[in-house]
């Protein structure tokens, strides 16, 4: 205690308190939802609502060697472009991955975006239909897919 019959504050709670004030968690005032302004209609972004699938295409071989970027661009002009003629973007990367086998694999990776609209119920199969035909052309564990539902507008 000090003089004045009050405790000392360690430096370690003067921080706390700042950080949680810093961030809000110390019960602060807040505005209520009705005193929020609505945004205004033009302020939403225009578009339809579309699904978005993205196709991981790993190039590491069991054999040591890889896709090279000729062999995958023939598979993409003869699988993925008759597929889903109306466009997709293909972007390039470097992944890493733990195989069926345990062990960590890192290898040069084709991230493939698809974007169709709901109602294009042929895409499920013929996504499905591109995945299997890449892992067995080209020996591969697996096509990693990710799936989720975006807001589009051309």
Known sequence: M???GLRPVSRRTVAAVAVAAA???GGGLTASASETPP???QAQS???IWKRTELFFGTGKPDGTEVTDKEFAAFSDREITPAFPDGFTRLDGSGQWRGGSGTIVREHT????????FANRDAERRIEEVRADYEKQFDQ???LR?????KVSF
Not at 110 to 117: M, R
Not at 146 to 150: G, K, T
Request: charged content about 20%; proline content about 11%.
């Open 110 to 117: 084709h991230l493939i975006v698809l974007l169709y609209p």
């Open 146 to 150: 990710s799936d989720s539902v975006e």
């Open 39 to 41: 945004a205004p209609a």
């Open 141 to 143: 564990e697996s096509v």
């Open 46 to 48: 225009p578009g339809e």
């Open 2 to 4: 000090t003089r004045d």
């Open 23 to 25: 961030f809000g968690l």
